[in-house]
């Protein structure tokens, strides 16, 4: 294997959906061998799919989200051919173990003993009930970083309060700063920012924790209060509230100092262009890409405030140019020109984009339950440590023998007991929670 | 000791994305050093708010939120003497983080195959919008149309209007927060192996990649050909989306409708728990059980503050908050009896609460340090003291505009 930058480090990841799991791939990424704890007697809701066998019919009537199933057929492994988990499932091992029970717990100490990080983002307080808490294991394993990412944080009145990354979106103040002006919240859509914050920062942390123990030799527990962290994305709104004693509501598409910014229709059902035009240099390049020449000197939009002042009459113009064009080709003519512009993407948009194709971002990888997919990739590339895409996403209890034999050293007469008294599996159970 | 103490970073970032990286940086302990130009220096300091809504680039909100905890000398970089001092600042660096588009550094002399020479064990992250290669290279962009390339505004919103940009520039503070993750490990590797590289991180693929429905939907159009659409609340029965308090919205999420008995209970009704038909998973998915649940929950909520309701249904376990101004941010109880905000003092802006730790960890992790700094504060103790330039050297500097 590379030599990368976690090579030498253990994970086990106790997390679920998505901020949890995506801060593990983070991890991953870089090197650290990821090992999934996961129970063939117990499915986490929105984590391998929506229910552990969802029929077919069940699938067609889920949201979108939930219907995101390989081919829209469940077939006989449902867990493990849904978009949720296995998008983010890159270099990710799995293994099963029934933490509920006493056998399981000491399963999973051995494993603490022998690792360097564990990550979980379960309701606060769930591991501890099966012996799991930091306080349980710090002893197993002093140089152990645990790191818990709760969205309340775990002190303070809401400390036991539950949410998703919607609830965190709109808690945070990020929701008030969405949404179309003059329309109601609900307009603004559901969506989930918080769930592509946290898992990031969240990797980060753990970095800085495998910093300061090469220092010290101690881990140490990490509280990533999912809540705090976002909010240190709205600074600028913070400081307003502060500053000005206010809390200006959303501007929509546009911006306070750029104009015309928006997005424009586009040739076909629901296509549009992003433009974003600042300064003057870049308002003379889209009046001349929009052969407008005249606009650029007239008086209405002199300048950024007029053309501000006056955004509504500019957006008929360039509505009027946009409406018969094709949005990429909209964006390649605008970009010849100089102006800051492109299409609001669809997801076959960025699974063909010539820009994204000659940086190499997806992965084409086999995967056994559901086929050949281009999987994407990266955020970033490193010049002496590339980040891996080694392995696709693990089908539930794939790396058993890994885990049970070449880890904890198990023999056959060993994991015979461990699969008759339902740890080891591959299979959720009839009678799972 | 904080975690990161020790770790040098020479910062030749603005506006929002290095900034924020570099923010979680010095947040735990690196010193970061940041250049800036001598006229102006960060455009954030032009960017407001402002108190009064009166600029003054001391007194940016943005700057002063996104700087916390740094050191500030303005150096124009190109000049001579500037690339001189930048290279000289480099081998007395373990990071340098830079936003520049990528025709510039080398130009100056200043890319990673230059400054590598001077000090091979260099970790160098460049910041762009399409990354240092491809034929998006050039191209010009802002957190606008990155965000729209990337897909997340086709899937945001309302299917009746255009597609809908997130809050403010999420999509900087995403490449921000990626590239301090790769700026670590690349800082690990250079502890453990010895090794320095360069991280070229690309605005574009961080929007393309974003884990809220983007990476889950480039793997799921592939499954199943649907596209991720707009969705406003979700038209189950029990509620899931933003809805009317009195004084305001809040937001429920009770799907799945295992949750219903929960909501008989919040909304005062234990006695419906009875009801046969509500036993019937089929009964969840009739127009019937909607507005039977829209009548109940409608007239709850719209007697309580959002505030009110939040508690009410957490009670009762379910996933509900309050949807807050940054104002109600800034009086949540919560925050504060976790002690969020801090209060600092800051010599033209005064004071002001700062947000505080990204994460916390058991032994010192986040500290504010020092507020942002005044632009040029730290040239004399840095160029005199760190790299020895004499008080004659400094004030020619000075004189040619480098500084």
Known sequence: MANLPLSRIRVLDFTLIWAGPHAVMMLGDLGAEIIRVESTNHHITNTRGFVAKPTKDLVKRLGYLGSLYADLDPKDQPWNRHAMFNSMGRNKKSMTVDMTTTEGRDILYDLIRISDVLVENNAVGMLARFGLGYEDVRRLNPALIYMSMPIFGLAGPYKDYLGFGVNGDAITGVLWQRGYPGQDIPSAGVGNYMDAASGVTASYAVMTALFERDRTGKGQFVEFCQLEHLVTQIGGPIMDAAMNKRALGSTGNRDPIRAPQGFYPCQGHDRWIAISVGPDAEWAALCLAIAQPALEHDPRFADPFLRHANHDALDTVISAWSRTLDARRAMEHLQRHGVPAGMAAQDPDVLEDPQLAAREFFHQKHHAATGTYRFPGHFYKMSATPPRFDTPPPLLGEHNAYVYRDLLGKDDAAIRHLVERGHIGTAYTENMK | ?403
């Open chain 2, 1 to 403: 000791m904080q975690p990161l103490a020790g770790l040098r970073v020479l910062d030749l970032t603005w506006h929002i994305a290095g900034p924020y990286c570099t923010k979680l940086l010095a947040d735990y302990g690196a010193s970061v050093l940041k250049i800036e130009r001598p006229a102006g220096g960060d455009p954030a300091r032009a960017a407001g708010p402002f108190p009064g809504d009166i600029p003054h680039p001391e007194r940016s909100g943005l700057f002063l939120h996104l700087n916390t905890n740094k050191q500030s000398v303005t150096v124009n970089i190109k000049t001579d003497a500037g690339q001189e001092i930048i290279r000289q600042l480099v081998r007395e660096s373990d990071i340098l983080v830079e936003s520049f588009a990528p025709r510039v550094l080398p130009c100056l002399g200043l890319d990673y195959p230059a400054l590598s020479k001077i000090n091979p064990r260099l970790v160098m992250c460049s910041i762009s919008n399409f990354g240092q290669s491809g034929p998006y290279r050039d191209w010009k962009a802002t957190n606008f149309t990155i965000e729209a390339m990337g897909g997340l505004p086709s899937c945001t919103g309302d299917p009746e209007f255009e597609p809908l940009k997130q809050a403010d520039h999420l999509m900087e503070y995403l490449g921000g927060q990626a590239a301090a993750a790769a700026i670590m490990g690349a800082a690990l590797h250079q502890r453990w192996a010895g090794v320095g590289q360069h991280i070229d991180l690309s605005l574009y693929e961080v929007s393309a990649a974003c884990a809220d429905r983007r990476m889950t939907g480039l793997l799921g159009y592939q499954y199943t050909r649907q596209i991720a659409d707009r969705v406003p609340n979700l038209p189950t029965a029990l509620p899931y989306g933003y809805f009317a308090a009195s004084d305001g919205f809040a937001c429920f999420i009770v799907a799945p409708p295992a949750r219903w008995t929960r909501f008989m209970d919040m909304i005062g009704r234990p006695d419906l728990k009875a009801g046969q038909r509500f036993h019937d998973p089929g009964f969840w998915s009739t127009p019937e059980a909607k507005e039977e649940m829209d009548l109940l929950f409608y007239p709850w909520l719209s007697d309580r503050t959002k505030q009110q309701a939040f508690e009410e249904g957490q009670k009762h376990r379910i996933a509900c908050c309050p949807v807050n101004t940054a104002a109600d941010v800034l009086t949540d109880p919560h925050l504060s009896a976790r002690g969020f905000f801090q209060h600092a003092d800051h010599p033209e802006a005064g004071l002001l609460p700062y947000t505080g730790p990204s994460f916390r960890l058991e032994r010192e992790g986040f500290a504010l340090r020092s507020t942002a700094p005044l632009l040029g504060r730290h040239n004399s103790q840095v160029l005199g003291g760190t790299l020895g330039l004499s008080p004659q050297e400094l004030a020619v500097l000075r004189a040619t505009g480098c500084i």
